[in-house]
């Protein structure tokens, strides 16, 4: 909506909105927004839940049992307990580290000779032996 002074008329001017503006606008308008079951199944299957998943399968019912024995109403004894606690056999066993014997090819051949040739002319320099040759592996302007 545009206010011209002259006349204080208000003469109202449509803009074009991109599609994710006004998806984000139907998710962020001053009505509260309420999740959908749909949108909630989108994300859930997307998030990795399983740790956390498995975590809370065995230490709510420690923390739980702590609580009723102990008629517990303060968290400091629960999170002493939490920080001693061992996650050991607790968490899934880690996949193992994949490791591969180099196996040439021209590809890296290519790449370990410069990269190679490359320090030997950084490191070389301060006497310049480089100098008056033609070898030239790359040149630094100064500005």
Known sequence: VVSTQSTGSTVSKPTRK??????????FSNDEWQPS???VASWRKKLPLQTIMRLLQVLVPQVEKIC?????????????????????GLLPVPHPILMRKYQPNSATSVWFRRYM????????TAPPIWCETTIKL???QKM
């Not at 991109?18 to 998710?27: A, K, L, M």
């Not at 004894?77 to 061992?86: A, D, H, V, Y």
């Open 18 to 27: 991109r599609p994710e503006q006004e998806q984000d606008q139907q998710i």
């Open 117 to 124: 040739w490359g320090l030997v002319f950084l490191r070389n």
């Open 68 to 88: 009723i024995d102990k008629n517990l109403t303060d968290e400091s004894e629960i999170i002493t307990f939490l920080q001693n606690g061992t996650l050991v």
């Open 138 to 140: 790359f040149e630094v």
């Open 37 to 39: 079951r749909e949108w």
